[in-house]
């Protein structure tokens, strides 16, 4: 053990002053440091099996090696191995704020926030994959998040157990985290198969959680037989039916987000491993649904949108939804796709028998231009008649006034 104000020498030569030990357990511990040249506060993690130093030494070189903290602030990867101490330790920068754990007792935070929590911690795995590492234990101890300025920032620690080419990882990962492969072969008494296919399991499972506030092996009885719930899962027969199988702690309805997110899940949390999106597919697929958020009008809830939706999933306001009306004051109704033509708009031989479409999706209406001739938009301002694009559809709101090749309508709601 570390008495505060000891100081220890990295192999750089760095000193490391002691401030307090945060953390113990068999393997060793982990103290609060101040990195003496900075003034900076960071960790040094001690290790008890001096055996084990010479293979520890290479694998943590190997990570510095990387320089993964220049590719992404949420990473805290050793940066200084000590060999001064009998199992040598580590150094790494502090992250600070509470664990993920903490975060999730506590009330969930708008779903834009939770959004781009999950797109960072898609990010800061993707980086650690592109360098064909595992993490090797991610779980929501070792992603820590800070809230500052109405933002989760996300930091991933606790890189040590990584596996990569010709470093098999030390660690199986935590229980509730384990992917199935991985935990039949530790149940098998085998050495734990590590790969970046069972952090991707992990990294679904820590997205669940940031979206929907609940681990989804959460049983209805708050404990259960993890293994079945999670088959269940994977299986698409647990959460995604939103009248089944409601947990005691039901965390947010899985149908607040899209289904091609739903899909996601039901892949990442899925038995075969090479079906599991890959940490990047995660974060184009969460950044894309960013612009896809909805916050109601009544109840502030926040959802992300899709054709199936119509009304708040929470307090059942309806979406605005929007009609046409016509010069001569005929009301024409929009459904969830409406394709206007000539004998929609009165006759005139100027109008394509298909003129344009407009579609719903949410509560977002959007008009595709397809006719001969021009499908127009009057400008607000000017007064100006612009054209809109046939390959692009375009959103529309209520008050805007359109031209159908030579026929005038008005989007009222
Ligand atoms: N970079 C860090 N920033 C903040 N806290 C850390 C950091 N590294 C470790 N800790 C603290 O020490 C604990 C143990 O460190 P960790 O690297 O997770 O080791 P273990 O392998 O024992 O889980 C963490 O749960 C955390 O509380
Ligand atoms: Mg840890
Ligand atoms: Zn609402």
């Not at 800070?146 to 199986?172: C, H, T």
């Not at 609940?214 to 027969?237: E, I, K, M, N, Y």
């Not at 039916?241 to 996601?264: C, I, K, V, Y």
Request: aromatic share 6%; hydrophobic share 40%.
């Amino acid at each position: 053990m570390l008495a505060p104000d000891t100081t220890v020498l990295t192999d750089r030569r760095t000193p490391l002053r002691v401030v307090r030990r945060l953390d113990g357990g068999a393997e060793g511990d982990a103290y609060e440091v101040l990195h003496v040249p900075s003034g900076e506060f960071g960790v040094l993690k001690t290790f008890r099996d001096v055996t084990r130093k010479d293979l520890r030494r290479e694998r943590t070189r190997y990570l510095i090696g990387l320089d993964l903290e220049a590719l992404s602030p949420t990473l805290h990867p050793p940066r200084e191995f000590v060999d001064a101490l009998p199992g040598g330790g580590h150094y790494a920068r502090m992250a600070v704020g509470t664990t993920l754990r903490e975060l999730l007792d506590g009330a969930s935070p708008p779903l834009i926030t939770a959004l781009g929590a999950a797109v960072a911690l898609a990010h800061s795995v993707d980086v650690v994959h592109a360098r064909d590492v595992a993490h090797g234990d991610l779980h929501d101890a070792n992603v820590r998040a800070e809230i500052r300025d109405g933002v989760i920032r996300i930091k991933l620690i606790d890189l040590d157990g990584f596996a990569a080419p010709g470093f098999p990882s030390p660690v199986a990962g935590a229980e509730l985290y384990m992917a199935p492969e991985v935990r039949r072969a530790v149940d098998a008494g085998r050495a734990a198969p590590v790969s970046l296919a069972a952090d991707r399991f992990a990294l679904s499972l820590l997205i669940h959680e940031i979206l929907l506030w609940v681990h989804p092996a959460v049983a209805p009885d708050g404990a259960g037989d993890v293994d079945a719930t999670l088959r269940a899962l994977s299986d698409g027969r647990w959460r995604f039916n939103s009248t089944l199988d409601r947990p005691a702690n039901p965390g947010l309805p899985a149908e607040m987000l899209d289904p091609a997110l739903r899909a996601l899940f039901a892949r990442g949390l899925g038995l075969d491993p090479a079906q599991r999106p890959t940490a990047d597919e995660w974060k184009r697929a969460l950044t894309r649904s960013l612009w896809e958020v909805w916050r109601c009008a009544r109840c502030e809830a926040q959802v992300v949108i899709d054709d199936s939706k119509s009304a708040c999933l929470f307090c059942g306001e309806p979406y605005p939804s929007l009609a046409l009306e016509t010069a001569d004051g005929r009301r024409l109704d929009l459904g969830i796709v409406r394709t206007l033509g000539r004998d929609d708009l009165g006759g005139s031989r100027h109008v394509s028998a298909r003129q344009a479409t407009i579609r719903r999706h949410g509560p977002d209406y959007r008009i595709s231009a397809m006719g001969i001739n021009p499908t127009c938009r009057r400008n607000h301002a000017t007064g100006a008649w612009i054209e809109l694009p046939s390959d692009e559809a375009v959103l529309i709101h209520p008050g805007d006034v359109l031209r159908l090749a030579d026929v005038e309508i008005r989007v009222v709601s």
